[in-house]
């Protein structure tokens, strides 16, 4: 698998801007928790007053402020603030805002800096909350004690009507214990609570001033929901944005892995065909591609997002409630587990499963191609029962990955709901004792459930990676193979022009593993202008020697040369060139007459066509056809006879006007009328170039200027007919058994 990442370099701009929106995908999810936290908190609780610091204060209550704190902080908050009066520029609309300034002194906070609000934020908290505590302890005793509990060295009974703030300014020393008193008590109070505290004091104040806290609060709302929907947006189209680029690359890397494998399968030698199985390469071109197309787009959806996600959802949480980390790594620890053990289970079944895909496409592809030999031997039955087989063992193994994953969900989502659960129950009991606010309980609980579905998208990769990794490792296998027959790193030239005299020099050939030669010391030369005929029994090696010429394989001992270079120090592409190879199967391609016959040479004239379709005795059935050289072939060729394709293939062959023309008992579908027409045309047409002809009819060899007689991939005779017949038993023997001896004189 890991060989395949080069494949993803030229992609590596579209995935660090993937990454890059992932970024932004991230913070934007991560940030509508806290912005909904503070709807709840501010918005709600709080009336919209997010500022510990009044923007307003009537001038009594700011000096009651001010009587607890010391000289220097006096001095701060009093520069801070501005007394509002008619030469203010926006005096009528201050005073639309804040009706009470029409009535008494009232202050309007500065332009002041970020640093300059930091510093006069605590002091405001404090004393505002005095103030606050006072007033509530003068209105409201018991309520007072349950918001805030007794303030030191305040009386809890205070004769109705009597101005504290007058008795504290008339007892200097009352006063400072009661500041050391309340400074150690707001010490002690969390941040949250002292500013949902101070909000309370400053909504009052708002109150008595007259000043419209609803519109505050809906203002304050509506301005926190338009950044939501904004994050939403930006969310959304980060989303689409990503998966955009995810399916373009991972789209693009599965086109040029598919390439690259189509490519080097091209390139195969039948030894290395041997290697692997007709089906397996092409569930390794299709299917094995197919997986690594799917994970490159979930790595890149879900891999870079899931950490970026899970990690930023901790930070926040543990902020939100540091009290309550271990609700979130309890979930975590149960969900690695759970993976874990999908993991441990899932990984060999996906090896097993590619393997029963090769199986299944081996079957059903023999079923198709056999159907006429199937149909034959009454073999359905057979067949079914075949394919049934392999179509179960794929279906039990895909069922229980299946059955695995079915099961892993629902014990995932109840880890969440009682993850949520546990939350909530803590929670609430950390509300109740006012050391959590309500909105920083749901924010913790949204980002709960975030960590837990970036564990979730990382659950599902790590069950797709297995099974990427074994379809890597098959493609990887296709594209490391290598090529037995390869280009020599110095080719040579062959000569111009071409004579196309083949010479076999004591050549011995064997196939892969095998522990006997299949050819030993063969040696003979075909010059141009004549016809070199190779026959023999079936399996004596006919078709292995001819196969030397293209080097479809390599000698194992001696050399094949063309006009005296041997075929080994020429590259492959410049050597076949030269060569019109006719197979022993005709092969059409889907298409049409002409483009099979283009095939071998695209700019070919109409004239070259049409001699060819000629000499191989094909334009009865070509031209006969109403649409000619358009009608269609269908896959395989499978809408003509086998004659028929074996003429469409010999004049392929004959439009590629070669140095050197091969055929591999081509001439086996056709009649012996036919046969014979078509080599009297054939050695007009191919008077100048080297013909190599194998066959099992005597009677199509014997006008051949050389017979090679192989038995037992050894040369037991060669010469001409007439000489072969006096000579050569084994040629005796196939000649008398196929002709009678009036046709043989």
């Not at 503070?38 to 009336?47: A, D, M, S, T, W």
């Not at 007394?83 to 005073?95: M, P, R, T």
């Not at 947006?233 to 991972?250: D, K």
Request: hydrophobic letters at 45%; proline letters at 4%.
């Amino acid at each position: 698998m890991w060989k395949l990442t080069k494949y993803l370099k030229p992609y590596i701009l579209f995935i660090i801007l993937a990454i890059a929106l992932l970024f932004v995908l991230a913070n934007a999810d991560l940030a509508l928790p806290d912005y909904l936290s503070r709807i709840v908190n501010v918005g709600i609780q709080q009336n919209g007053i997010d500022n510990a610091i009044p923007e307003y204060i009537r001038e009594s209550e700011l000096d009651k402020v001010a009587l607890f704190l010391d000289d220097d902080e006096q001095s701060q908050v009093y520069s801070a603030y501005q007394l509002v009066d008619e030469s203010n520029d926006n005096y009528i609309d201050l005073v639309e805002m804040v009706p009470a300034i029409s009535a008494e002194p009232v202050y309007a906070l500065k332009d002041i800096s970020q640093e300059e609000q930091d510093q006069l934020k605590p002091l405001m908290s404090r004393g505002m909350l005095i103030v606050f505590g006072i007033t509530q302890i003068q209105e409201n005793p018991e309520q007072a004690a349950t918001m805030l509990g007794d303030l030191p060295n305040v009386p809890s009974q205070i004769p109705q009507g009597m101005d504290v703030f007058s008795l504290l300014r008339m007892a200097p020393d009352r006063l400072e214990k009661l500041k050391e008193g309340i400074n150690e008590r707001f010490d002690a109070m969390q941040d949250t609570f002292v500013t949902q505290l101070t909000t309370e004091a400053i909504r009052q104040e708002y109150q008595a001033m007259e000043i419209d806290l609803a519109q505050i609060q809906t203002n304050y709302i509506l301005r926190v929901g338009g950044i939501m929907i904004l994050l939403s947006l930006v969310s959304g189209l980060a989303n689409v944005g990503v998966s955009f680029l995810a399916s373009r690359t991972s789209a693009s890397v599965a086109r040029d892995i598919r390439k690259d494998v189509f490519k080097k399968v091209s390139s195969f030698s039948s030894q290395e065909f041997n290697n692997f199985s007709t089906a397996s390469l092409i569930t390794r071109a299709t299917n094995d591609v197919t997986q690594i197309q799917q994970v490159v787009f979930l790595v890149m959806r879900l891999l870079f997002f899931a950490p970026i996600l899970g990690i930023g959802g901790v930070i926040r949480a543990v902020d939100k409630s540091p009290n309550m980390w271990w609700i979130i790594a309890l979930a975590v620890a149960l969900l690695i587990l759970l993976i874990a053990v999908a993991f441990v289970i899932a990984v060999p079944k996906f090896t097993i499963i590619q393997k029963l895909i090769d199986r299944l496409n081996l079957v059903t592809r023999e079923n198709l191609s056999g159907m006429m030999v199937i149909r034959a031997f009454n073999k359905q039955d057979f067949e079914e029962d075949r394919f049934d087989k392999a179509n179960k063992d794929l279906a039990g193994v895909s069922l229980f990955i299946n059955r695995m994953m079915a099961t892993i969900m629902p014990v995932m989502m109840l880890v969440m709901n009682g993850l949520s659960v546990l939350i909530l129950w803590v929670g609430a009991h950390q509300i109740a004792a006012s050391t959590l606010q309500v909105g920083d309980m749901m924010a913790f609980l949204q980002y709960s459930m975030q960590i837990m579905f970036a564990f979730l998208m990382l659950s599902m990769l790590f069950i797709f990676l297995p099974r990427a990794f074994v379809s890597g490792d098959r493609i990887a296998e296709v594209l490391e193979t290598k090529n037995v027959i390869q280009d020599p790193k110095e080719p040579k030239a062959l000569p111009k022009p071409l004579m196309g005299k083949v010479e076999f020099r004591d050549v011995y050939f064997r196939y892969p593993d095998a522990e006997e030669d299949v050819l030993e010391g063969i040696s003979f030369t075909a010059l141009p202008g004549q016809t070199t005929a190779i026959i023999g029994s079936t399996g004596c090696g006919k078709s292995t020697v001819i196969s030397l010429v293209p080097r479809l394989y390599d000698v194992y001992k001696g050399a094949v040369l063309v006009d005296d270079v041997d075929v080994r120090e020429v590259r492959q592409r410049n050597l076949r060139d030269m060569i019109g190879y006719t197979p022993q199967k005709g092969v059409l391609f889907s298409g049409t007459v002409e483009s099979n016959l283009r095939f071998a040479d695209e700019d070919a004239s109409d004239e070259t066509l049409r001699d060819s379709i000629e000499i191989a005795q094909a334009a009865e059935f070509v031209y006969e056809d109403p649409e000619g050289l358009e009608a269609p072939i269908s896959q395989g060729g499978s809408n003509v006879s086998g004659g028929q394709k074996q003429r469409l293939s010999i004049a392929r062959s004959l439009v590629k006007k070669p140095a050197i023309f091969i055929f591999d008992d081509s001439f086996s579908a056709l009649d012996f009328k036919t046969d014979a027409t078509l080599r009297k045309a054939l050695k007009e047409k191919t008077g100048e170039s080297t013909v190599l002809l194998v066959t099992q009819r005597v009677a199509t060899v014997m006008s051949a200027d050389q017979i090679i007689v192989l038995d037992d991939g050894k040369i037991v005779g060669k010469g001409k007919h007439q000489d072969l017949m006096k000579t050569c038993q084994t040629y005796q023997e196939i000649a008398t058994s196929q002709l009678s001896k009036e046709e043989l004189a």
